[in-house]
């Protein structure tokens, strides 16, 4: 996820590094039309903003989930984008009080989109004054404590929020409950993520080889965000190795050389699935041990690592703990326990 930064009304600017900044602007998709992949996603929300727009009204409020560097955030400024509304950007480790959403939308205006990233991090009461203000457009900031308390009604303009989150599961009922419609990114194939590089390359003016794209899609774990810094690096290395060549000998090399392995496993995946197997045994182990292990916070682990491995098969979420299922073990060039083939790996249990 990008660094933030907020400033006093807890309104957010992303910033990654600088470097990370410019070329993402200059990378992301402004139009549906010009985002790839995501089709259902992209013709679902299509036919929510037209309608909106040919109704002359703002648009539902949107909740986008999936892992990080998938497109919620690009998804959210098109939104903004495709109903010529200002788009208003906080997220909810920004929001830890009631009155803190309150600043925010005492700024709203008429159509405005705000965008709460990571809304699952608000605090509950915000939580409770966000969803009052996106059924009723209004609501009640109080002021004061104890007996002396009242309760000033704040009017709110429509509005849309457009709130990601990595963990849908996270949210409560009634704040989900507001949200008209839904959607769950899920990572890319690789024919998608290589049309994602073959556009990077050519907004960047690369003369990438199509074998060399077909690498760095392969190797970007799912993830546009992942692709597009894949191609700067191999960018860097062929500027600084192979005189400006980007082949697929060149791709390979830089690949190799940052540690991304063939099929996309960066340190960290290598890292969950090596203790996993070697210090544990294969599991069943718990997410905060593991977690520990490898020298991570638990969400980490969770919300960044699990959800591709869980993904590749190499990694299984059961009741008794995180388990590594034998083509994890393959993968490691470690021999399959005896009787791990046959195992049951039980039901998803994400706790
Ligand atoms: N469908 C897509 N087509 C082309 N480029 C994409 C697409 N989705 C994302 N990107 C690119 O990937 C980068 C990451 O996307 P974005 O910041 O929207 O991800 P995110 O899901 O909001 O991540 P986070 O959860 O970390 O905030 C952007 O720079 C954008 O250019």
Known sequence: MNDEQFDES???TAVAGAEDRAFEAALRPRTLTELIGQ???REQLSLVLDAAIARGSTPDHVLLSG???LGKT???MIIAHQVAAPLRITSGPAIQH???LAAILSGIGEGDVLFIDEIHRMSRPAEELLYMAMEDFRVDVVVGKGPGATAIPLEIPPFTVVGATTRAGLLPGPLRDRFGFTAQLDFYDAADLHRI????ADLLALDLSDAAGHEIASRSRGTPRIANRLLRRVRDFAEVRTGGVLDEAAARAALDLYEV????????????LTALCSSFGGGPVGLSTLAVAVGEERETVEEVAEPFLVRLGFLARTPRGRVATPAAWRHLGMAVPAGLDQLTL???DPS
């Not at 590089?197 to 990077?200: A, G, I, K, L, P």
């Open 10 to 12: 807890g309104v957010v």
């Open 197 to 200: 590089v073959r556009r990077s």
């Open 74 to 76: 690009t998804l959210a």
């Open 98 to 100: 009631a009155g803190d």
């Open 261 to 272: 392995d063939a099929i996309g496993l960066d340190r960290l995946d290598r890292a969950v």
């Open 67 to 69: 892992p990080p560097g």
């Open 346 to 348: 039980g039901t998803d």
């Open 39 to 41: 089709d259902r996603v």
